[in-house]
Each structure stands twice: as C-alpha cells, then as structure tokens.
C-alpha cells in the first residue's frame, strides 16, 4: 500500500491540532503505522525541504519549522498521498476549502501561508524519502 509522511507543524502542534488532524486521517480509513513528537534539527530540516532552496520563504521556513515540537507520522493506505493533501487542503489557508484542515482550522491571528498546521508528502519518491528524514530506516 502508498505511504505518506505527514507533519503536524510546530503551529498546529501548539494550538493541539495534533489529535484533530489524526483523528481526520484515520476517519478516512488510513492506518498510522509510525507516530513521533519530537523538535526537528536544521538537519532534518534541510534535508526536508532540499527543493526549496534559495526561495525566499526558505530560511523563514526552517526557523519556523524549528521553533518547536511536531507530530510525524507514516500513514498508510490506498490513495493516501493525494487523499491526506486533499484533507490537507490549499497551501495558503486562507485559500483552503471548508471541511479541509487547513480551510477549517486555519486562522488568520496565527496561521498563514508558512503556518498551514501540516505537512504531506507529494509524490510516492517524496514519500520515501522524507520517511528516511523522520523515521530512520522505514524509508
Ligand atoms: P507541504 O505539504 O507543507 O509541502 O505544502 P505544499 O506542498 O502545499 O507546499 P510547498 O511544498 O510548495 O511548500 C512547502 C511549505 O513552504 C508550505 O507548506 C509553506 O509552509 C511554505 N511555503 C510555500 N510557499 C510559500 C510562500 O510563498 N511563502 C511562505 N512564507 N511560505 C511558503
Ligand atoms: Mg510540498
């Protein structure tokens, strides 16, 4: 079956949307075959958003992205790379459709396009690899 990674960023962590987003995936029908809290390294972060590189947005993001505890979980099941980000929503949460995490959670006091509550994989090699990045060796 496709596996994800998905990330409860420090933002969602912080306002305890953890248990919500959870809770949202296994509605769904999706297993959690690995689950961790643990405050990200600019190591692993790096290595997480190696696309992004020299965007602007980048340095904000690993600073933000290391303010604090996350929630990574591996998540199983048929379809879920495309489902979880369609749970997930838009990037930008002012963007994201009612009844997604991002469409119904966000808020604009705290929340923005860099403080979207959580993170997907995008692509079946994404999911591999970001795997590797969280939960060593299940990649
Ligand atoms: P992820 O599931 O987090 O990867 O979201 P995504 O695939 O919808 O977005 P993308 O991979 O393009 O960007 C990764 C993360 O960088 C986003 O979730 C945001 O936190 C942040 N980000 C993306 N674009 C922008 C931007 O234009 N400005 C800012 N400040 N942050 C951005
Ligand atoms: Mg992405």
Known sequence: TERSLVLVKPDGYRRGLTGEVLRRIE?????????????????????????????????????????????????????????????????????AAPGTIRGDL?????????QNIVHGSDSPESAAREIDIWFPGLG
Do not use: N
């Open 106 to 114: 966000g808020r604009d006091w705290g929340t923005s396009v860099q």
């Open 27 to 95: 509605a769904k029908g999706y297993a959690l075959t690995a689950l961790a809290v643990l405050t990200p390294t600019r190591e692993q972060l790096a290595a997480h958003y190696a696309e992004h590189e020299g965007k602007p947005f980048y340095e904000p993001l690993l600073e933000f992205m290391s303010s604090g505890p996350v929630a990574a979980a591996v998540v199983e099941g048929h379809g879920c790379i495309a489902g979880f980000r369609s749970l997930a929503g838009a990037t930008d949460p002012t963007a």
